[in-house]
């Protein structure tokens, strides 16, 4: 039988500061499993960036350990580390981290380039994303021709390309208005029916709502963990 997506035991981590070391994360344990919807939430400080970092396996943890998908990947490296989380997972920034430079074909195909895709194929399944996102009319466009939230559109697009079965998103609607937020949450929604495990960080009661499990991180701790009904979709998610 299949384990759980995310399997975090006795998790610790540590920064080495000036001052000596600096505990961020303090004995952190949680289990998702496939077709969840966590909301991270928590104060400024409490050490949700650096959890999602080690869930995106962009940072290890000082102890503890970390499967995914039943693999235990808290010490891989290098090419090893590379390959499971092309393969598995899609990020997601608050900051949208698109290439200014260049089309959202090019943007949402960008992973793809490292992948050894000839162009051709990477531009069909970009548009076909850029498609599910609501953005079949803009292909050629550049991010600053773009709204704030049509970026974030994007950047789900690019997140989308490896067909991952994880989402991590990291405040992810923190640069949006609140109208703007709904309505990538209600994307977000869309891609979790569709059975991708979806893990995002927000410190809006409001935008945590829409996932079906509120997790909340005090002081590097898990203070709470609760599942929900996730709100109903509000409105036509692709407007
Ligand atoms: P959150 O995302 O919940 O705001 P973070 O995980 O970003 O919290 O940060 C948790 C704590 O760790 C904060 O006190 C922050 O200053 C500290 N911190 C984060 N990254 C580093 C780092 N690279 N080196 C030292 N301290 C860090
Ligand atoms: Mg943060």
Request: proline share 5%.
């Amino acid at each position: 039988m299949p384990g759980h997506v995310i399997e975090v035991k006795n998790l610790y981590k540590d920064y080495q500061t000036a001052a000596g070391k600096f505990p961020v994360l303090k004995e952190v344990n949680l289990e998702i499993d496939a077709g969840d919807f966590v909301a991270i939430m928590g104060p400024s400080g409490s050490g949700k960036s650096t959890f999602m970092n080690i869930l995106g396996c962009l940072d290890q943890p000082s102890s503890g350990e970390y499967m995914l998908n039943d693999q235990p990947v808290a010490r891989l490296q290098g090419d090893r580390l590379a390959k499971v989380r092309n393969q598995t997972i899609g990020f997601v920034f608050q900051g949208f981290n698109l290439l200014a430079r260049s089309s959202l074909l090019d943007n949402v195909a960008l992973p793809l380039v490292y992948a050894g895709i000839d162009k051709p194929k990477r531009h069909a399944r970009a548009r076909v994303l850029l498609e599910k996102v609501g953005l079949a009319n803009h292909v050629n466009s550049h991010p600053n021709q773009i709204s704030g939230g049509q970026q974030q559109r994007v950047a789900i697009a690019r997140a989308l390309i490896n067909r991952p079965s994880l989402i991590l998103a990291d405040e992810p609607t923190g640069n949006l208005d609140s109208k703007t937020s709904e309505e990538i949450m209600a994307l977000f929604g869309e891609l979790n029916r569709e059975g991708i495990t979806i893990v995002l960080v927000t410190h809006e009661p409001d935008i945590a709502e829409h996932a079906s499990r509120q997790v909340r991180f005090l002081d590097g701790k898990i203070v709470e963990d609760t599942r929900t009904a996730p709100i109903a979709v509000k409105g036509a998610p692709h407007v």
